[in-house]
């Protein structure tokens, strides 16, 4: 299983913290641009997350929370923060605009909208670093106790996810992932493939 430390930190900070490379390309084809992500957990507040894309000019269409940014150029993450109590994950879905799909479920076919299910929204930020854009999503504490209860962020706690790129209607369609996907079609809501996400 694919394995990735949470970096835990008393403030916000990206330098010196482990890269998830999403590399893998469980459905082939040719389009894969060097992409990563940085997850850390920040003490009583929550968990950041920012992936990267090198893409100088991102399809990025979609203005409102809750359009299918999937079929924009698009960098995801999903993570069960509680694998131990069942397979519930929650989903963070963003274009380089910004725009954030985010929903909470067992499967693709049981979804509720993050702010319909806790009456909160993930902050997100996106930027530029060079020919990279980012976007980064904040998962608080607050919210994930209203999908979870009291989740555990003590050092060791094993959480389960995935990090995604993709773009359903981009000029090259594509799907990368971090864990490996062992699927016959494009599928992200496998949390039976999910890799483990460990707090440091």
């Known amino acids: 299983m694919k394995t990735y430390t949470i970096k835990t930190l008393d403030k916000k900070g990206f330098t010196d913290v482990p890269q998830a490379a999403i590399d893998q390309m469980p459905w082939g084809g040719f389009y894969s641009p060097d992409c990563f992500?940085?997850?850390?957990?920040?003490?009583n507040e929550g968990f950041y997350t920012r992936l990267y894309a090198h893409e100088s000019a991102?399809?990025?269409?979609?203005?409102?929370?809750?359009?299918?940014?999937?079929?924009?150029?698009?960098?995801?993450i999903f993570v069960n923060f509680?694998?131990?109590?069942?397979?519930?994950?929650?989903?963070?879905?963003a274009n380089a605009l910004g725009t954030i799909e985010s929903s909470?479920?067992?499967?693709?076919?049981?979804?509720?909208?993050?702010?319909?299910?806790?009456g909160m929204k993930p902050v997100v930020a996106t930027g530029r670093d060079g020919e990279y854009w980012w976007v980064?999503?904040?998962?608080?504490?607050?919210?994930?106790?209203?999908m979870?209860?009291?989740?555990?962020?003590?050092s060791g706690t094993e959480y389960r996810g995935n990090f995604y790129k993709c773009g359903d209607c981009?000029?090259?369609?594509?799907?990368?992932t971090w864990a490996p996907i062992d699927l016959p079609e494009p599928d992200f809501h496998?949390?039976?493939?999910?890799?483990?996400?460990?707090?440091?």
Do not use: Q, W
């Not at 981009?170 to 990368?176: G, K, M, P, Q, R």
């Open 37 to 43: 992500a940085k997850m850390i957990y920040v003490r």
């Open 58 to 76: 991102p399809r990025a269409t979609y203005p409102n929370f809750g359009d299918p940014v999937c079929r924009d150029s698009c960098l995801e």
């Open 82 to 93: 509680a694998p131990e109590a069942g397979d519930l994950y929650v989903t963070c879905e």
């Open 104 to 118: 909470v479920g067992t499967s693709r076919y049981d979804r509720v909208s993050v702010d319909e299910k806790t």
């Open 136 to 146: 980064e999503n904040f998962l608080s504490l607050d919210l994930l106790k209203k």
């Open 148 to 154: 979870y209860g009291d989740i555990t962020t003590e």
């Open 170 to 176: 981009t000029e090259i369609e594509h799907y990368l």
């Open 190 to 200: 496998c949390p039976g493939f999910f890799g483990m996400m460990i707090l440091e």
